[in-house]
């Protein structure tokens, strides 16, 4: 039976990518003279801030101080806050509230496992704080994924095992902490994207509490 369910937030809960991508496309092309494409944007997905930053860093020929790179990164995330400052209820993807209410309903526990550090803001003006036994995110956990360190916080939050817990990725880099850590793992979005998933559905629409115990019982 389904122990408890582990939600990343950008990707699986709210589309906050296109805010990432915008943020940083923008510092890379005014800042570091260095193009930044959709492929580069797929790639920072699940990334923690200042490996997102490396990684910006490493297209170009730019040797960048600690201070330089702190005020890079402050920059970035003060595009991206005025970006979703203006996210409300409306912007949860579909079947996201549907299913936070019904694990709620019958008392399996749910927790966030982002590597975001504005997780508990966009938590916040989405409503769905009264959903989440515990809040794990980038100011919790340090080691970012693929370490499962994020969602094993979660689960022992939740007082629950992995083999039984659900983890909701839309990265390939939580893909692979979920894995990690022995989670049965339902990747959000394309197949191809999220190799190593148990299952992958398009979006939380597609997910009854039903469907996950006859796939963690056929496991
Ligand atoms: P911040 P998730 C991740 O959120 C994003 O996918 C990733 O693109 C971002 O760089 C990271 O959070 C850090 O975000 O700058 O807000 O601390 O997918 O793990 O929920
Ligand atoms: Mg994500």
Redesign the pocket.
Known sequence: MLAGCLF????VLVDT?RH?FVAWKRLAEEQLNVSFTHEDNEA??????VE?LDYILSKSTTVASAEQKLEWMALK?QW?LNAVQSITPDDLLPGAQALLRSLQDANIPAALG??????PMIIDQLGIGKFLTAIVD?NVVTLS?PHPAVFLKGAELLGIEPPRTVVFE??QS?VQAAKEGGFYCVGIGRKEDLTGADQVVPDLSFITIEKLNNWLNNN
Do not use: I, V
Request: glycine share 16%.
């Open positions: 990343d937030l950008d990707g990518a990432h920072l997905k699940g990334l923690s801030r997102s995330n991206y982002s590597a975001s550090k504005n997780a980038g994924k839309d990265a939580g």
